[in-house]
């Protein structure tokens, strides 16, 4: 996962990523512009690794937002400096929060629509989660190839998730992740 991580956002990262901790790592954005793209990337990368057959594994992104205090190296674990301690801290407190977002250091509007979001996340079948994740990285026409289902089953299921108030209120967060 995280060589393909690195292969994919390769022109996007300051300092590609590493594994830190066991299932936990890191990587170092050169911007925020494909924060929203590579979380969702992620997202669905992630989507049932780790879990035992026929469960979903909680995994949780936060993100730290600030400078760094040493060097840039090849990898994110040999970086350090406050946006990676505020990372940690968004992580920490997103496990006690149950977030599946987390954020540090960013404007407090963004905490919020990382609430929102994570509340959004829980309130959802497996399915409706997996109608959301395809919607959210646009790819609409595929999907009911993908899940074996008709176009019409899909409209429902995003109607059925509020698929446009979640578009629109995906769009602000989206807008507010790329602020610098």
């Given at each position: 996962?995280?060589?393909?991580?690195?292969?994919?956002?390769?022109?996007?990262?300051?300092?590609?990523?590493?594994?830190?901790?066991?299932?936990?790592?890191?990587?170092?954005?050169?911007?925020?512009?494909?924060?929203?793209?590579?979380?969702?990337?992620?997202?669905a990368e992630l989507r049932g690794a780790g879990?035992?057959?026929?469960?979903?594994?909680?995994?949780?992104?936060?993100?730290?937002r600030g400078p760094i205090t040493?060097?840039?190296?090849?990898?994110?674990?040999?970086?350090?400096?406050?946006?990676?301690?505020?990372?940690?801290?968004?992580?920490?407190?997103?496990?006690?929060?149950?977030?599946?977002?987390?954020?540090?250091?960013?404007?407090?509007?963004?905490?919020?629509?990382?609430?929102?979001?994570?509340?959004?996340?829980?309130?959802?079948?497996?399915?409706?989660?997996?109608?959301?994740?395809?919607?959210?990285?646009?790819?609409?026409?595929?999907?009911?190839?993908?899940?074996?289902?008709?176009?019409?089953?899909?409209?429902?299921?995003?109607?059925?998730?509020?698929?446009?108030?979640?578009?629109?209120?995906?769009?602000?967060?989206?807008?507010?992740?790329?602020?610098?």
């Amino acid at each position: 996962m995280v060589a393909a991580a690195n292969r994919r956002w390769r022109g996007r990262l300051a300092a590609r990523f590493a594994v830190t901790q066991g299932d936990q790592f890191q990587a170092l954005l050169a911007g925020p512009e494909a924060l929203w793209d590579l979380l969702h990337w992620l997202r669905a990368e992630l989507r049932g690794a780790g879990a035992g057959a026929g469960t979903e594994a909680e995994w949780i992104i936060a993100c730290g937002r600030g400078p760094i205090t040493t060097p840039l190296a090849a990898t994110a674990p040999e970086v350090d400096g406050p946006c990676f301690h505020l990372a940690g801290s968004a992580l920490e407190a997103a496990k006690r929060q149950r977030l599946v977002l987390a954020f540090g250091g960013y404007d407090p509007v963004v905490d919020a629509f990382a609430r929102y979001y994570s509340a959004l996340y829980w309130s959802w079948t497996v399915r409706q989660r997996e109608v959301a994740s395809a919607l959210r990285l646009g790819d609409r026409a595929a999907l009911p190839r993908r899940l074996r289902v008709t176009r019409s089953a899909v409209s429902h299921v995003a109607s059925r998730i509020g698929w446009r108030l979640v578009e629109a209120a995906d769009a602000e967060f989206r807008r507010r992740l790329a602020e610098r």
